[in-house]
């Protein structure tokens, strides 16, 4: 069966310092990835979104980027961080498909002081 | 583009007591549409989806929703709420000529009064 890992479960990172966040699809080959940001009472924002290896879209201006080094890693990544990227970050997978779903991890808290 | 609005930011029930949580979309043809819930500090988990067939669909944890075309409506039910059923609900929708990209709507928190 199909699983997915996102690490770590919580962050406490300064100002200014970088961030990477790791999300890993076990069981499929070919996902389509996603990164979500959930902040406090504003729902659901989608990041970015992969459907390959090194094929990243994003989905709006921010302080942050992805990579997909391997078929089933998605990594969420910046240089230097900003308060306003603290939030709770979500990393999802599908199948080719939108009427599949996506299967979500179980999240990433960020706080940024 | 597609569009989902989740009309109750929040909703009080009482245990026991029936559910309804309200998902209105805004897309032209037939959309794919999904039910998630979310504990807090969890992922989201899939309760149910609809893409195609029999407009009323069953999910898990005795959760069902109905897709109703003419009022572009995919609302959730439950007969009798427990209290574990607290947390937030989101809806979300999909379409093949959109690729693979789910929106989702804004969700509803549900509480639970014993």
């Known amino acids: 069966s199909q699983t997915i890992h996102q690490w770590p479960a919580t962050l406490v990172q300064p100002v200014g310092s970088p961030l990477s966040l790791e999300c890993t699809v076990e069981g499929t080959s070919n996902p389509n990835l996603y990164w979500y940001r959930q902040a406090a009472g504003r729902g659901l924002q989608l990041l970015f979104y992969?459907?390959?290896?090194?094929?990243i879209s994003s989905e709006v201006p921010q302080n942050l980027s992805a990579s997909r080094p391997q078929d089933r890693q998605f990594i969420l990544s910046s240089k230097k961080l900003l308060l306003s990227d603290s939030g709770f970050y979500l990393c999802a997978w599908s199948a080719s498909g939108a009427h599949y779903g996506y299967t979500f991890g179980s999240g990433t808290r960020l706080t940024v002081v | 583009a597609q569009s989902v609005t989740q009309p109750d930011i929040h909703i009080t029930v009482s245990e026991g007591a029936s559910l309804e949580l309200r998902c209105n979309y805004s897309?032209?043809?037939?959309?794919?549409l999904f039910w998630y819930v979310q504990s807090p500090g969890q992922g989201l988990q899939l309760l149910l989806k609809y893409f195609s067939g029999d407009t009323l669909v069953q999910g898990i944890k005795g959760f069902e929703a109905e897709f109703k075309r003419s009022q572009s409506s995919f609302n959730l039910r439950k007969p009798s709420v427990h209290w574990s059923d607290a947390a937030e609900y989101f809806c979300a929708v999909g379409a093949r000529e959109y690729g693979n990209k789910l929106v989702f709507g804004a969700g509803t928190i549900l509480r639970v009064k014993s």
């Open positions: 897309y032209g043809a037939t959309p794919y």
């Open positions: 992969s459907v390959g290896i090194g094929q």
